[in-house]
């Protein structure tokens, strides 16, 4: 006999048609007065009707029926559906739904963050550029402030930045603050829990180039977190030694960040024809360094820091 058959012997047509009901999900909550109208036992007692504190109307709690029966009673009663009950919760929902965005927010950055730890270790920024804040920052020309000012800037409307995709193009001549306001980018961030790497380029290479026979993690992998990492900062480009390998890997990474509508920040010492030059292989086609180029610059702010050498008294500052 089949357990249709069973349950067709055992259990009144009507019950089993109520029973089906159920599971589909159909006129299974009800409250305790339309259960008791219905005829539907429940197995504990519903709890207190409340009143609207807006308008005193009673509210009563719902009950989600199961083979037959009020199997239990949500916590809350039913909302209140009074102009200024209405609006409550309105503000309530919305503010619920925001610190569940935020809460889920945090949850991507930690797990972001020990995948970069895991697999890269800290941010990567040395010990000697730790320092290097924006309080620390020499202003005392009109180009150091307004190239600190638009830097600060970006660290501090981070969000909207990034939610546009939008990174900053530093170029300039060497000794000049590239380094400097980069890693007070990334020291901010950092402090408020946003995940960033800061590498120089020839230091992410090697990182991907140490994966190949690395257990911890797969190329595959650490290039995934380069591509994934809320904030890329690449530091010195065009000062790695340039291979094919080199030129489709910067490819891979930056195409994938633009795509995505991910940020990078460069930092480098070239003009843009020059840089192109370092990052193409000898005889090499440069169509992908120059796409490269392109698209860092048509979606950042560029920046251009070109004057005397200050290395000296910004440690002296320090």
Same mark, same amino acid.
């Given at each position: 006999?089949?357990?249709?058959?069973?349950?067709?012997?055992?259990?009144?047509?009507?019950?089993?048609?109520?029973?089906?009901?159920?599971?589909?999900?159909?006129?299974?909550?009800?409250?305790?007065?339309?259960?008791?109208?219905?005829?539907?036992?429940?197995?504990? =007692?519903?709890?207190?009707?409340?009143?609207?504190? #807006?308008?005193?109307?009673?509210?009563?709690? &719902? /009950? *989600?029926?199961?083979? @037959?029966?009020?199997?239990?009673?949500?916590?809350?009663?039913?909302?209140?559906?009074?102009?200024?009950?209405?609006a409550y919760w309105a503000r309530h929902d919305k503010l619920e739904a925001e610190r569940k965005e935020t809460e889920a927010e945090e949850q991507r950055?930690?797990?972001?963050?020990?995948?970069?730890?895991?697999?890269?270790?800290?941010?990567?920024?040395?010990?000697?550029?730790?320092?290097?804040?924006?309080?620390?920052?020499?202003?005392?020309?009109?180009?150091?402030?307004?190239?600190? =000012?638009?830097?600060?800037?970006?660290?501090?409307? #981070?969000?909207?930045?990034?939610?546009?995709? &939008? /990174? *900053?193009?530093?170029? @300039?001549?060497?000794?000049?603050?590239?380094?400097?306001?980069?890693?007070a980018i990334a020291l901010q961030l950092i402090s408020q829990g946003i995940p960033v790497i800061c590498k120089t380029s020839n230091d992410l290479l090697?990182?991907?180039?140490?994966?190949?026979?690395?257990?911890?993690?797969?190329?595959?992998?650490?290039?995934?977190?380069?591509?994934?990492?809320?904030?890329?900062?690449?530091?010195?480009?065009?000062?790695?030694?340039?291979?094919?390998?080199?030129?489709?890997?910067?490819?891979?990474?930056?195409?994938?960040?633009?795509?995505?509508?991910?940020?990078?920040?460069?930092?480098?010492?070239?003009?843009?024809?020059?840089?192109?030059?370092?990052?193409?292989?000898?005889?090499?086609?440069?169509?992908?360094?120059?796409?490269?180029?392109?698209?860092?610059?048509?979606?950042?702010?560029?920046?251009?820091m070109v004057w005397e050498d200050i290395r000296g008294r910004e440690e002296t500052q320090e």
């Open positions: 006999m089949s357990r249709l058959t069973q349950i067709n012997e055992a259990q009144p047509t009507g019950e089993i048609s109520s029973h089906r009901e159920d599971l589909r999900g159909r006129n299974n909550v009800v409250t305790p007065k339309q259960a008791a109208e219905r005829g539907i036992p429940w197995t504990r =007692e519903p709890p207190e009707d409340k009143k609207c504190k #807006f308008c005193g109307r009673t509210l009563e709690h &719902e /009950g *989600l029926v199961f083979a @037959g029966r009020v199997i239990t009673w949500r916590a809350d009663p039913r909302r209140c559906t009074c102009e200024r009950a209405q950055r930690a797990a972001l963050q020990q995948r970069v730890d895991r697999l890269l270790g800290r941010s990567g920024i040395k010990k000697r550029f730790q320092r290097r804040t924006f309080p620390n920052f020499i202003t005392d020309t009109p180009g150091r402030k307004k190239n600190y =000012e638009i830097a600060k800037e970006y660290a501090d409307n #981070f969000i909207d930045h990034r939610e546009k995709g &939008e /990174g *900053l193009y530093i170029e @300039g001549t060497n000794g000049t603050g590239k380094t400097h306001l980069a890693a090697l990182d991907i180039r140490k994966s190949f026979d690395d257990e911890g993690g797969s190329e595959a992998q650490v290039l995934g977190i380069y591509k994934a990492v809320d904030l890329l900062i690449i530091d010195d480009l065009g000062k790695e030694r340039c291979s094919e390998w080199s030129m489709s890997t910067l490819y891979s990474i930056l195409n994938d960040r633009y795509e995505d509508m991910k940020p990078t920040i460069v930092t480098t010492n070239y003009n843009t024809d020059d840089l192109v030059e370092e990052l193409t292989p000898k005889g090499a086609d440069n169509t992908k360094i120059v796409a490269i180029v392109s698209r860092l610059k048509e979606t950042s702010t560029v920046m251009s």
